[in-house]
């Protein structure tokens, strides 16, 4: 009921920028929480940074903080990740998720819907 698709990768080099962008279709309204993990080859599906839809409190991975922004517009129904000071340990296959509750915004298995992912490559 919901679809998902990200855009926005490509390649940076190390300390460079870039803003990802996932657009939502279909019963967005269902959405209460939207996320972004990333994985990387031979590494587990990881949370980067998550926000509630309508009050926009955010949540971030403890490897992005302080680097990382996400948030959202919700006129277009898009999610947002700035991505800033980039290093080559961020490269990884992003993933744009939302889920039907608030409950575990860090959790992979609980997220409804996901979109196809964009990868990202930091190099230095």
């Known amino acids: 009921q919901v679809q998902l698709v990200e855009s926005g990768g490509g390649l940076v080099q190390a300390g460079g920028s870039l803003r990802l962008s996932c657009a939502a279709s279909g019963r967005t309204s269902s959405i209460s929480t939207m996320g972004w993990f990333r994985q990387a080859p031979g590494k587990e599906r990881e949370f980067v940074a998550g926000i509630y839809w309508s009050s926009s409190v955010t949540y971030y991975g403890d490897s992005v903080k302080g680097r990382f922004t996400i948030s959202r517009d919700n006129a277009k129904d898009t999610m947002y990740l700035q991505m800033n000071s980039l290093q080559p340990e961020d490269t990884a296959d992003y993933y744009c998720?939302?889920?039907?509750?608030?409950?575990?915004?860090?959790?992979?298995?609980?997220?409804?819907?996901w979109g196809q992912g964009t990868q990202v490559t930091v190099s230095s």
């Open positions: 998720a939302a889920k039907r509750d608030r409950s575990g915004y860090w959790v992979t298995g609980l997220y409804d819907y």
